[in-house]
């Protein structure tokens, strides 16, 4: 066990020294790395094989500029990339995010996230990311679709069916993919399923919208159920009101829980009566609002400036759902002194490493992103298999085949967890179950 200890550690202080800026890359690679050396200890030949160096470097990284004209005729430049990380397993899979702080070192976190995510699903399918510093937010339909254009005309030449296959993430929602889609299928003169999450007229899936949200909802009940608590009537706080929190909200709702928060960039709204979701809906998905216009309609709610504050409400359920490191330690010590009893994470990594470990050494149960959080990519990968089938299937037969991975991935965090002596440890089951996979895949592949 020593020797392996001192390979992760000489590991991690060469992705340090090598990229001293990436402190992001730095934290997820750290977080697995610590929690995978019983799977290593078990297969000493991934030392020799260099594994745990390949598996941290990405297989190819592309970045690149992205010109577009706003409305009032001005040139802008932002910066493109796409980290392919890991195709052991299956074409590179993973979101796209459109946002000021998108940078190399955030996809590679997102990236390494995603491989781990993708292979728990139990579906071929690798791991990526990619995005821009571009920010969607106050430009007009045209500005976005200009943009997009531009992104797509590079992007184009490493990606495919086969290959690589983006999908939304922050800031790229259903519009952004049509617009990326469009521009593809332009370019290329051909009709495939490259990118995943498109309107249902074009090849996309029902219950993908959904996804997400309701993956993480079945993924928190069976560990609730496992531990014998009932979601009924529990009290939930959730962060974000984006695609994810939205639906993480509405499938709560619909296993009788009580949602009594959500969140912007801008602050939070507290409804101790339960959120109002088809208000949500109308200010986030239809109005492109600000999250404060709920108060407008529900005098008794609270709305309050800054997100960090809606970890300060007592609930028995916290589910953050709206980016990485939104719950720090002092988030964690104030729910568990509010009483929480399971933390379950939509958005990617929203929790830092020492909350983690603090909920954990509390008896907080907690799920972990990179499995809770798999629903969206799952649905996504079973777009794609409709796309190559030709086929479109009922919102119930992807919603059950959603629940069944799901269900499969806890059953998997849960016993590698067990097997390796950690019982209860879902963030370490998962990231060993998810490396076993890549690993003896990598393995099997030679020195690549």
Known sequence: MADMKAYVQQVLDEIVKRDPDQKEFHNTAKEILTSIIPVLEAHPEYQKDRLLERFLEPERTVIFRVPW?????????NRGFRVQMSSAIGPYKGGLRFHPSVNLSILKFLATEQ??????????????????????????????????????????????????????????????IGYLFGQYKRIR????????????????????????????????????????????GKTVAVSGAGNVATYAIEKAQQMGAKVVT???????????????????????????????????????????????????????????????????????????????????EGANMPSTLDAIEYLQSNGVLFAPAKAANAGGVSVSALEMSQNSERLSWTFEEVDHRLKGIMDNIYAQAKG??????????????????GFAKIAEAMHAQGWV
């Open 189 to 232: 003169d051909t009709y495939e399923g490259v990118l995943t999450g498109k309107g249902l007229t074009f090849g996309g899936s029902l219950a993908r919208t959904e996804a997400t949200g309701y993956g993480l909802l079945y993924f928190v009940k069976d560990m609730l159920d496992d531990n014998n608590i009932d979601i009924k």
């Open 262 to 344: 959500c969140s912007d960039s801008n602050g939070y709204v507290y409804d101790p009566e339960g959120i109002d979701l088809d208000l949500v809906k109308d200010i986030k998905e239809v109005r492109r609002g600000r999250i404060k216009e709920y108060v407008e309609k529900h005098p008794k709610a609270e709305y309050h400036e800054g997100c960090k504050g809606v970890w300060t409400v007592k609930c028995d359920i916290a589910l953050p759902c709206a980016t990485q490191n939104e719950l720090d330690l002092e988030s964690a010590k104030t729910l568990v002194a509010n009483g929480v009893k399971a933390v379950g």
């Open 115 to 176: 491989v781990l995510k993708n292979a728990l699903s139990g579906l071929p399918i690798g791991g990526g990311k990619g995005g821009s510093d571009f920010d969607p937010k106050g430009k007009s339909d045209g500005e976005v679709m200009r943009f997009c254009q531009s992104f797509m005309t590079e992007l184009y030449r490493h990606i495919g069916a086969d290959t690589d296959v983006p999908a939304g993430d922050i800031g790229v929602g259903g519009r952004e």
């Open 69 to 77: 004209v706003d409305d009032n005729g001005d040139l802008q430049v």
């Open 416 to 433: 590698c967890a067990e097997k390796y002596g950690c019982k209860g440890n879902l963030l370490a089951g998962a990231n060993m179950a």
